[in-house]
């Protein structure tokens, strides 16, 4: 019997860390980070310790103590032990989202990562442009190595980074993962590149949903998900249950409807902010823009990602225009001054080189493109633009001076205390440079509702249905009148 042991996604929304044992082999389906428990003890100023290599972790259980998944230097700097063969032949990434993949971070080199190829581009954008400390996620920097000196005697800490295992995988291929063969499905979710699984050893056969939707720009793809999965005659499924408990949809039609009507009727700037990584959306907004007779102004970090992406089907970066905020002595233009020998010299004199060196490596290809503005431009044309500005990016409004502008949330409603209180600053900040605010109706969920994830189930016809990733396992339980048996799972 293939064993099924739960480390997270349990009750919960993510946090998903499912580990699939055989006869001979085993492997995670994702290994994510928890919300709920990051959420209970962490804070922006409040966060694990490097230090301490994996032990910050474990003891807030954000971690399961597992033997021999996790990589040398955090266990070693700790005291603790090394297995020689890692515990796991695979972790199989559903997509990108911090709750099924950050946690990638921690695990030891030699375990493979099986993922898409766009799954892939985004985890490697977040390792480049993240300012995040624990993302070696296409690679392991080790830390705690000491190298002799070139010069002298004694040692220096050394910079050692090794590619981790990456296994880009081929949508619709079997691939052979020890006694199991492994599928990558795609799906329609919320970024680009996310996919369910099918995975077969013979004795058992699981679908993995990931997470999953019906109304986003690919329903295709979660169909043929589903027609695939019931093809394969699972003796196991494993569901994702985000809005088991939801009825209704909205589209990104819908969003794309609404948006055009409100920024129609808008004189000044109009601000959206919409999840990063969630191109379907930025082409929404970059459809809206053009119905509108504006332009998206994005963020170089969105700048990066189209680059990675360009030629699938997304705005291209030469189709949009960047934003350069102004960094470290915030040159941008001639308001600002530097000293040159006793001298007050006006920052737009400066040569370029030192402009360039308050802009990151990744940041300064970006810097001499025709299509950057910076805030001047979002002052003088605020009617010209559609601005995507996320919270950490509100800054920018001490120096835009917004008159008459709006800002459009098109994300997640807030679903907990942390949430609430982000959502408090961010009215603040309208409230200072009165800009209105509009959320209603923007946001389309990267989930599926109840009926479809029921009826998803029902078409797949698994002998045993597993709940996973929601609050609400509960209302699975209705499948039993459809023969399907609900196992309820319980963590480890
Ligand atoms: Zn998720």
């Known amino acids: ?40 003890y962490l804070d922006e100023f409040l966060q694990p310790r490097k230090s301490n290599g994996i032990l910050d972790f474990v003891t807030l259980g954000l971690l399961p103590c597992i033997k021999g998944v996790y990589r040398e230097d955090y266990l070693r700097h700790s005291g603790l032990s090394y297995e020689k063969e890692p515990a796991v032949d695979g972790v199989l990434i559903s997509h990108s989202h911090v709750d ?26 977040l390792e480049e442009t993240g300012i995040a ?8 920097r080790k ?15 050394s910079k050692v980074t090794v590619d981790r295992d990456i296994q880009v995988l081929k949508p619709y291929q079997g691939y052979e993962l020890g006694e199991f063969e492994i599928k990558l499905l795609p799906v329609d979710h919320s970024l680009p590149g996310a996919s369910g699984y099918i995975a077969d050893n013979g004795e058992d056969i699981i679908a993995y949903t990931g997470d999953l939707r ?49 920024v129609n009727n808008a004189k000044g700037l109009v601000m959206v902010n919409y999840p990063m990584r969630d191109l379907d959306r930025l082409l929404t907004f970059y459809k809206v823009a053009q119905d509108t007779d504006r332009k998206l102004v994005v963020s170089l970090k969105q700048a990066y990602i189209l680059g990675l ?29 530097a000293c040159v020998e006793d001298e007050w010299l006006c920052t737009s004199d400066l040569d370029s080189a030192q402009v360039e060196r308050d802009y990151k490596t990744w940041e300064r290809e970006f810097l001499d493109m025709d299509n950057l503005i910076n805030y001047r431009d979002l002052q003088e044309e605020p009617g010209e633009y559609l601005f995507r500005c996320d919270f950490f990016e509100f800054k920018e409004l001490i120096d835009i001076k917004p008159v008459d502008a709006i800002y459009i949330k098109s994300s997640t409603e807030p679903f907990d ?23 209603k109706g923007f946001h389309a969920s990267g989930h599926a509702n109840g009926k479809e994830i029921l009826n998803m189930i029902r078409e797949v016809n698994p002998e045993k249905l597993y709940p996973i990733h929601t609050q609400k396992p509960e ?6 009148d459809d023969g399907i048996e609900v196992v309820y799972p319980v963590i480890n």
């Open 214 to 262: 019906f109304h986003g720009r690919r329903p295709e793809l979660t169909r043929k998900f589903t027609e695939l999965a019931a093809e394969s005659n699972p003796t196991i499924m494993l569901s994702e249950g985000t809005r088991i408990a939801s009825e209704n949809n909205i589209s990104e039609e819908d969003i794309e409807k609404r948006a055009v009507e409100v």
């Open 100 to 125: 099924h993949a950050a946690y990638i971070h921690h695990l030891r080199e030699d375990i493979p990562i099986y993922l898409s190829e766009q799954s892939y581009l985004i985890l490697k954008a």
């Open 143 to 157: 830390s705690f190595h000491l190298e002799p000196k070139t010069r002298g005697d004694g040692y220096k800490r």
């Open 475 to 480: 209302e699975f339980k209705v499948l039993e």
């Open 309 to 337: 992406f360009s030629g699938q089907g997304y705005p291209d970066i030469k189709d949009v225009i960047v934003y350069k905020p102004r960094r470290g002595w915030g040159m941008v233009d001639d308001q600002t001054f």
């Open 133 to 140: 400390s624990f993302s070696d996620y296409t690679q392991l």
């Open 417 to 439: 205390a942390e949430m609430e209180i982000s959502e408090r600053k961010v009215k603040n900040w309208l409230d200072l440079f009165n800009i209105r605010y509009v959320d």
């Open 1 to 40: 019997m293939t064993d099924l042991s739960f480390y997270g996604g349990v009750g919960e929304i993510g946090g998903n860390k499912i580990k699939v044992g055989g006869k001979e082999n085993s492997f995670f389906f994702d290994f994510g980070l928890t919300f709920g428990t990051a959420n209970k």
